[in-house]
């Protein structure tokens, strides 16, 4: 049998998924509750909440929410929280997923990674390790965190996964807290020869406070980190090329959430996407298949009822606006979020007058070799 590349397999199970409509990727909430008490989080309950913990799936209950998924079709599944090592069954539930021929990745705080646990990692690796690091000082960091010796704890943690090579990611949120050292945390992991990513968008959290935008970009300030990375400025430009122009659909959802993906919160509760909150179907009285193939479909044919700036806005590709986000901010769900219209407009401005420069400097290139 001949071999191939990973990419390319990937792309041949998406293309087979996608015209079959499978569940390929799914994202698993195993806890809200967190040991850290991050300022920007939508979701950090205290570590002992005593409700949380409560309502949350037991451990049979997740492994047959686990067993249904892959019944259907899942092949990735992203272990997250609040800080899913928190349950005492986190790595039962981490076997159980891999055993059902799963990719698991896991997002962690890093604090609770010990070399038992990264041992267990090390013998059955995941597809990847994701880890927020807040800033490469521990006063940055612990600003962020809002728990002393929580620095130290990530790094340390940080430091077994490159000692046993597991694959790592890291990331950043970028806040008012921790912009000052992004491109020094930046060159930091640079240094780790890992994979680093960096987001300034903030939602509000699941109890409707918006506190976390008290540390929030201002649109400007968003924008000018987009312009400072090389990496998002071309992503933006090809978004810009490719996606610029007015919604051809009709649909209250005209973004991919329900298409491939889904997501699962601690409670059982299912949802197209990560971000919503409000379109859910509880999985304790009733079956994933169900939630799939009837549940998604219904939500997917909602038709937008009204006549709302977004659905004749060309820069709506750049924008993130989504019925979930709306819901969040005005608990309905076709108000535009004001701050992401904003946004979206400054990064067309700045990404599509780059990329006609651009475009006028090859043509003015070719005039002069013709000449």
Not at 342 to 367: C, I, P, Q, Y
Request: charged share 25%.
């Amino acid at each position: 049998m001949p071999e191939i590349g990973l990419d390319q397999w990937v792309k041949g199970v998406f293309a087979d998924g996608d015209s079959r409509r499978l569940p390929l990727l799914g994202t698993l909430e195993l806890t809200y509750r967190c040991n850290l008490d991050c300022v920007q989080c939508y979701c950090n309950l205290p570590a002992g909440d005593a409700k949380a913990l409560s309502m949350e799936m037991s451990h049979d209950e997740v492994c047959d929410v686990i067993d249904q998924a892959a019944e259907e079709g899942c092949l990735w599944l992203l272990l997250t929280g609040g800080e899913p090592l928190l349950r005492s069954d986190f790595l039962e539930v981490y076997a159980h997923a891999k055993e059902k021929g799963i990719l698991v990745m896991l997002f962690t705080n890093g604090t609770l990674l010990t070399d038992h646990v990264v041992d267990y990692l090390a013998e059955w690796p995941p597809r990847k390790v994701e880890i927020t690091l807040h800033g490469v000082t521990r006063e940055t960091f612990e600003r962020v965190t809002r728990v002393r010796g929580s620095y130290d704890k990530c790094m340390r943690g940080i430091e077994l996964l490159l000692d046993r090579a597991i694959p790592l990611n890291l990331k950043t949120t970028v806040t008012t807290l921790n912009k000052h050292e992004l491109w020094a945390t930046k060159e930091y992991v640079g240094s780790l020869g890992v994979d680093y990513r960096f987001d300034g968008l903030l939602i509000p959290r699941l109890d409707g406070s918006k506190q976390p935008y008290s540390v929030r970009l201002t649109p400007a300030e968003l924008v000018g980190l987009d312009l400072q990375d090389q990496g998002r400025g071309r992503e933006l430009e090809r978004v810009c090329e490719q996606f610029w122009g007015v919604p051809s659909s009709d649909s209250l959802y005209v973004c991919g959430a329900g298409e491939r993906s889904f997501h699962i919160d601690p409670y059982g509760h299912f949802a197209p996407c990560m971000t919503n909150r409000a379109h859910t179907y509880d999985l304790k009285q009733g079956s994933f298949k169900v939630a799939w193939w009837d549940f998604v479909t219904a939500m997917r044919s909602l038709q937008a009822g009204q006549a709302v700036k977004c659905r004749t806005c060309p820069a709506i590709s750049l924008c993130g606006q989504c019925p979930a986000w709306s819901y969040l901010e005005h608990q309905d769900f076709e108000t535009p979020v004001e701050y992401l219209c904003e946004v979206a407009h400054l990064r067309a401005e700045a990404f599509r007058k780059r990329h006609r420069a651009e475009d006028n400097g090859d043509e003015t290139a070719n005039s002069q070799k013709t000449l």
